[in-house]
């Protein structure tokens, strides 16, 4: 459950992208100002210069002077994000019916899950939304195909139960998404966490107890988990 600190790209970036990708296409050698860009986003022009920085910054889009204004194009990595938003919204459009089901391998974490999963903000709201107090720690798995990881990325796009982020005197703790799961009868709940160090390759779960010995887990077994998400 490691959180970092990399720049989030949600719904208000990829808008940005898109009209920054309209206007190449619409408008090719064209100079975009920011106050085109805040017309289109009904944002105030300096809310739209700091929004395009950032993208700048995060490598999503490259700009250059060009008279008195700037050329302004997605990076790979910008259109990379558009398409990638396109695909999670394809995966919404076609909810799966049934629990998805996952098989990986047993791995020991970064051992920061318990740190966050113990943290009084997201304690209670796990009682309140799941109907248990999870243990302090996550059961990490490594999922073990390419569709079993594509099946991960898809949980990121998906509705599921949301904890809300918050602060406290030392620092911010952001949100997360979590959905009802089973792993072998046993009640659980999968994580889908915004920024995370893991990739789609790995899948966490928590439960009111410690999975690992209750089932007699070791490094390197397999195991499998139906996470809901209807």
Not at 15 to 21: I, Q, R, S
């Amino acid at each position: 459950m490691a959180q970092n600190r990399k720049e989030e790209v949600g719904p208000a970036e990829v808008a940005t992208l898109v009209e920054v990708l309209k206007h190449e296409i619409d408008h090719v050698g064209k100079p975009l100002s920011t106050a085109e860009v805040g017309r289109a986003l009904s944002l105030t022009q300096q809310a739209a210069s700091s929004r395009l920085l950032r993208l700048e910054e995060g490598g999503y889009l490259e700009r250059s002077r060009s008279g008195r204004g700037f050329l302004v194009r997605l990076t790979i990595k910008g259109v990379d994000e558009l398409r990638s938003f396109q695909s999670g919204l394809s995966d919404v459009l076609d909810r799966p019916t049934g629990p998805l089901h996952f098989e990986g391998t047993v791995f020991a974490g970064l051992g920061e899950g318990g740190y966050y999963v113990s943290q009084k903000g997201y304690e209670r709201q796990f009682v309140g939304t799941l109907g248990f107090k999870p243990y302090p720690g996550t059961l990490n798995l490594r999922l073990t195909s390419p569709e079993q990881v594509e099946q991960r990325r898809r949980l990121q796009f998906l509705e599921g139960i949301e904890v809300l982020g918050f602060k406290d005197k030392a620092r911010t703790y952001g949100p997360v998404k979590c959905f009802r799961a089973k792993v072998k009868n046993r009640k659980a709940a999968a994580l889908a966490i915004q920024r995370t160090h893991y990739d789609y390759s790995v899948l966490e779960v928590i439960a009111p107890e410690r999975l690992r010995d209750t089932l007699g887990l070791k490094e390197g077994d397999r195991c499998a988990v139906d996470v809901f998400v209807n």
